[in-house]
């Protein structure tokens, strides 16, 4: 028999104590020990969950797996197999093929083939009258509700802008260049799926790979990893500003179309000693050529010129860097605190607010 745990989107940075997280695992754990073959899928945390689980039993496992035409199916398959270290011979893939490199453009046939390729259905978190109810209506397919959890409205990020003070005193010098980074939606660069999904699971209150945690994974690291993100030329990279602090918390801002912010109040400032040996270059701006990673455009109304970004190609290494060369920046007093007993890095604060309800 073949079953499908099924949930409606979640929230991009699910937490282990999420009621869904916790239904889904037991909806898998029951399944496999029944011997059933899974049915699951990639690309958002409802689908991978399931998948994970799936790989840490060694189960049997059908992948629905949307892919541009464009694409070689088996090294796209190659990669997830890596990632979610899943076993060779119990793994059986199908493609759901699209004229479109966007994501999104995938997910409505994606859906339809998991659904009618499952002997048994368990609707875990699906949201009412939304596009899994009514395929399901549509299909005419019974969904079991031994696992049902109330399905519940994402809730947007953090709201930085409540929680910056509005006055900030200088935390580096002039001629630094600073990493601002944040959460991150899924693995960091370089981050198994098996091995984010194990920290997720295991989390309770805060996400895993919150900002915070972000900035202690590159101090215990001494590395900032580059990343692909939105790369020209297809070459990872480290982005940095040449900000002062104030111009910092500026940048901290809500992007709607990526549901996330842009920079979060935690930073890697590399002093100006620093500089030239990281081979860090000045981003130039304007309608340069579009493989060249060091040429950025204005952007609407010239914004991203406000950035004043540097670039380094691949990952900056701090541990070639005499650590009185960098320091870092978190967030709040009280995580600096804390980061203090053990970076090997001078650690200050922006002087946030603490969230609400934590004081």
């Not at 999420?18 to 699951?40: I, Y």
């Not at 004229?99 to 499952?118: H, N, V």
Request: hydrophobic letters at 35%; charged letters at 25%; one cysteine or more.
């Amino acid at each position: 028999m073949r079953t499908l745990v099924l949930n409606s989107s979640q929230h991009r940075q699910p937490v282990g104590s999420d009621p869904w997280v916790r239904a889904t695992l037991q909806a898998v754990d029951d399944a496999v020990a029944a011997e059933h073959e899974m049915v699951t899928s990639v690309g958002l945390p409802c689908w991978e969950l399931s998948l994970w689980r799936c790989a840490r039993q060694g189960a049997r496992t059908h992948i629905v797996c949307p892919i541009p035409r464009t694409e070689q199916a088996e090294e796209t398959a190659q990669a997830w197999m890596r990632s979610f270290h899943l076993q060779p011979g119990v793994v059986h893939w199908h493609w759901v093929l699209s004229e479109s490199r966007r994501p999104k453009s995938g997910w409505l046939l994606r859906d339809k083939t998991a659904i009618a390729l499952s002997d048994s259905i368990q609707a875990v978190s699906v949201r009412p009258s939304g596009r899994l109810a009514t395929m399901l209506d549509e299909s005419r397919r019974v969904a079991m509700m031994d696992y049902a959890v109330p399905w519940q409205r994402q809730a947007r990020s953090t709201r930085w802008q409540q929680r910056i003070p509005s006055m900030s005193k200088d935390s580096w010098p002039p001629g630094s260049i600073v990493h601002l980074t944040r959460s991150c939606d899924g693995p960091w660069p370089g981050e198994s799926h098996a091995q984010y999904y194990e920290d997720v699971v295991a989390s309770k209150n805060t996400y895993a790979r919150s900002g915070y945690e972000t900035l202690q994974r590159i101090v215990r690291e001494r590395c900032i990893r580059g990343t692909l993100f939105r790369a020209r030329g297809g070459q990872a990279r480290v982005c940095l500003s040449a900000c002062t602090t104030r111009e910092a918390l500026q940048l901290v801002r809500f992007r709607a179309r990526y549901a996330r912010y842009s920079f979060e109040p935690y930073s890697v400032v590399l002093l100006p000693s620093a500089v030239e040996r990281v081979g860090a270059r000045r981003v130039t701006y304007g309608k340069g050529a579009k493989a060249d990673p060091f040429v950025q455009d204005d952007g609407v109304l010239g914004h991203w010129q406000r950035e004043q970004e540097w670039r380094v190609l691949g990952d900056v290494d701090l541990g070639a860097l005499d650590s009185s060369e960098v320091v870092v920046v978190t967030a709040t007093d009280e995580e600096a605190r804390e980061l203090r007993t053990w970076s090997p890095y001078e650690v200050r604060s922006f002087g946030c607010a603490e969230p609400l309800g934590t004081t």
